[in-house]
Nanobody, 122 residues
Framework: QVQLVESGGGLVRPGGSLRLSCEAS????????MGWYRQAPGKQRELVAT????????YANSVKGRFTISTEDNVKNRFDLQMNNLEAEDTAVYYC???????????????WGQGTQVTVSP
């Protein structure tokens, strides 16, 4: 079964750091247009950061300079979000998202992860 699996959420104090990972499992040929989104209680889901397969990144203004989205050359089908200097306003459920190609002749399908809770609190 093809799915995106997130890990790395948790509870951290303001000013602390967390690293989220998202890995595509199952039979996948390639991964594109990777991103992290978040949804706080009572708010709409919002974009946090995206990265293309070519390495081009986009960040929400609220996280610029604090968060870094990345892929690793040695770990296929995985991308990470390094979160530094966390603030209470970063508290949310974080979701990863990506376009996956399942066969060499098929188009891509968009997938969401199940979400991981990040809580920033003293």
């Amino acid at each position: 079964q093809v799915q995106l699996v997130e890990s790395g959420g948790g509870l951290v104090r303001p000013g602390g750091s967390l690293r989220l990972s998202c890995e595509a499992s199952g039979n996948i040929v390639s991964i594109y247009n990777m991103g992290w989104y978040r949804q706080a209680p009572g708010k709409q889901r919002e974009l946090v950061a995206t990265i293309t397969s070519g390495g081009r990144t986009v960040y929400a203004n609220s996280v610029k300079g604090r968060f870094t989205i990345s892929t690793e050359d040695n770990v296929k089908n995985r991308f990470d979000l390094q979160m530094n200097n966390l603030e209470a306003e970063d508290t949310a459920v974080y979701y990863c998202n990506a376009d996956l190609r399942l066969t060499r002749l098929s188009g891509t399908i968009n997938y969401w992860g199940q979400g991981t809770q990040v809580t920033v609190s003293p």
